[in-house]
């Protein structure tokens, strides 16, 4: 049994704690040397006054040491931590427990209290709540990065601000969601979330960039970090994750991006005008100086020939692309077979694959295919494939086509034996205005837009354009896949057969309007040598003038001339032949929508394009029902 007077020595020297008695009513009954050390009291200062004197004037205001007395009488213990009161009145956060004390009857005969000063573990842990609380507020504050955290397994546990403003959710909306909900289905169906995921558990990081998805469903480029995070026994758990847009940025390179392709687009441009150009100045002079009779005529006729159809494709090509942009590319849709659209593409290609001195082998399934679509606008898909095979092929390289059904559908495949495709260009040779190496053959070296037509028509038919290539030196495969036609009956075949019948020319009285004297004069000749009679006016007072005296049955006219221009010129016409049935043609180099339309509200019937193809003029001028057509 240990000694009474040894357990008076403990309580009275321990240092650390302060332990005293208190009366029933809590009058302060012993003092040990803990409570001096702690309290700043002597035991002949503070025994026999009440313990409340070490309590704050809000807790003695609200009777608190009288509510610390009651619950520990009630239920014999009493445990508290809060701010106490030294006798310099400086505070201390104490840690407090208080115990009734009764004899054998159950008399209370007061209470022991016992006091730790947790000042310092206090001042620690506001330190870390300090810290913590302004790293929190630093990141809620960030309003340019989503950040965030998730738990191991991909969970989102917090977001701050700039996670809102970025991606679109609130906090109650996302929290406990998976991170997977922003990326794009693509992305999905690769399992780009977890291979992330992966990687930061693997290596402690993952940072990557690319598209990824708002609440709205919009897309925004990213740059995202994830890191891993480890408790100090080096278990996972969880993962920081930090957001950066950068539509802005990605923005700004594609801006810089496009306006290097025009750039290299518009020198392209330049050289491939001058390259038909040359030949037909030279081709002009030849002929000036040389008899009527010369056969030196009929070759230079002929290159000027080819050179003005190389002229008319280039524009044709910028045309067809400012089309399609603008959705407004018509495509004409009937049942045809697959192999007049390889040969017509052939035969459409065949300059630029003899002057490589390239071998063509043609291999077309034994049966016809049958697809539904434009024949001019197919072939124009296979011979940019044809002439883009020919120009990146060294010359006397082998060029190769075969046409089958595959999987149900028209598969026509291009292969040559040239330069090939670098892995990182597959793609993008079939965007605008992009080349891969410069082409080994410049005859028609092309805009860098044949491959982008190609596929866009392609797509408008329903069908698709890809390329495979094994790398340089190694050639490459276009491939074009269009759906299978539905079978017809052999009544409507002989109807479209019928339809297709030309009707015979007739001759009519037709007025030509352009202040362009050349355009006007070759205009002019090609009609009269159709059978035609004609009369030419070089201003729209002049055509005034004419009309009213010639009373033509067709009027080709320009719309941009100075004074009076096409439209009001259309306007005066229609004014001045009211009860004629007169057909006014614009022949112009506007053809945009707009343009189209303001010739339509100007009383044009037709709207031409320059150059306009001879066969295409004489489809306007024998169109005997007189059909306005834009």
Do not use: C
Not at 566 to 571: H, I, K, M, T, W
Not at 579 to 584: A, D, E, P, T
């Amino acid at each position: 049994m240990i000694d009474p007077h040894l357990y008076q020595l403990m309580i009275e020297q321990t240092r650390d704690y302060a332990v005293f008695f208190l009366d029933p009513d809590g009058r302060i009954m012993s003092w040990n040397l803990g409570a001096q050390r702690i309290k700043g009291y002597a035991a002949e200062e503070i025994i026999g006054r009440h313990f409340s004197v070490f309590y704050t004037r809000e807790s003695v205001d609200s009777a608190w040491p009288q509510h610390e007395l009651k619950i520990a009488a009630a239920e014999g213990r009493f445990e508290d931590e809060g701010w106490r009161v030294r006798k310099d009145g400086s505070r201390f956060w104490a840690n407090v427990i208080i115990t009734a004390l009764r004899d054998e009857n159950g008399r209370l005969l007061g209470f022991s209290k016992m006091t730790r000063d947790l000042s310092d573990r206090r001042m620690h842990e506001e330190a870390l709540r300090q810290s913590e609380e302004r790293f929190r507020l630093l990141i809620e504050g960030v309003t340019d990065y989503a950040i965030y955290m998730l738990d191991p397994e991909g969970g989102i546990t917090s977001w701050n601000t700039g996670a809102q403003r970025i991606k679109g959710y609130s906090r109650e909306e996302i929290i406990g969601s998976h991170v997977s909900r922003f990326y794009t289905p693509e992305d999905l169906e690769a399992g780009r979330p977890w291979e992330e995921i992966a990687t930061a558990r693997r290596t402690g990081r993952a940072e990557v960039e690319g598209w990824r998805v708002k609440k709205t469903g919009e897309r925004f480029w990213a740059r995202t970090v994830i890191s891993s995070l480890h408790d100090s026994d080096g278990h996972l758990r969880g993962f920081a994750k930090v957001t950066q847009d950068l539509s802005e940025r990605r923005h700004v390179q594609d801006l810089e991006k496009a306006a290097q392709n025009v750039n290299e687009f518009i020198a392209t441009l330049a050289h491939e005008l001058r390259n038909p150009l040359a030949p037909i100045r030279n081709a002009v002079h030849i002929m000036s100086q040389v008899p009527a009779g010369d056969p030196a005529q009929k070759a230079m006729r002929d290159t000027i020939d080819r050179q003005s159809a190389q002229l008319s494709r280039i524009v044709e090509d910028m045309i067809d692309i400012a089309r399609i942009t603008r959705g407004a590319l018509a495509i004409e849709r009937r049942r045809l077979d697959i192999a007049d659209v390889v040969r017509h593409a052939v035969e459409t290609s065949t300059p630029v694959i003899q002057a490589g001195g390239h071998s063509l082998e043609i291999d077309l399934a034994a049966e016809p295919t049958f697809v539904t679509g434009d024949l001019q606008r197919l072939a124009q898909v296979l011979s940019n494939i044809l002439n883009n095979a020919a120009r990146y092929t060294p010359a006397g390289g082998s060029i190769a086509v075969r046409a089958r059904v595959e999987d149900g559908q028209a598969v026509v495949r291009v292969r040559d034996s040239g330069r090939g495709i670098e892995p990182e260009m597959i793609d993008r040779i079939f965007d605008m205005f992009v080349q891969g190496r410069a082409p080994l053959q410049r005859v028609g070296g092309g805009l860098g837009i044949g491959l982008a037509l190609a596929r866009r028509i392609a797509e408008l038919h329903g069908g698709t354009v890809e390329a495979q290539s094994e790398g340089p030196g190694r050639g490459s495969e276009f491939t074009l896949r269009l759906s299978l036609a539905k079978p017809e009956t052999v009544a409507e075949e002989a109807t479209q057969r019928l339809a297709k019948k030309d009707h015979p020319p007739v001759a009519r009285r037709i007025l030509v309007v352009d202040d362009n004297a050349d355009a006007a004069a070759m205009l002019d000749m090609l009609l009269r040598s159709l059978g035609h009679e004609t009369r030419v006016a070089h201003d729209g007072s002049a055509a005034l003038k004419v009309a009213q005296e010639f009373r033509p049955d067709i009027v080709l006219l320009d719309i941009g001339m100075p004074g009076l221009d096409g439209y009001e010129v259309a306007r005066r016409l229609r004014g001045l032949m009211p009860n004629r049935r007169l057909r006014i043609v614009a022949v112009t180099g506007w053809g945009q929508d707009a343009d189209r339309q303001r010739s339509r509200e100007a009383g044009f019937d037709l709207h031409l394009v320059k150059p306009v193809g001879a066969s295409e003029l004489a489809q306007a001028l024998n169109d005997r029902n007189g059909a306005t057509l834009h």
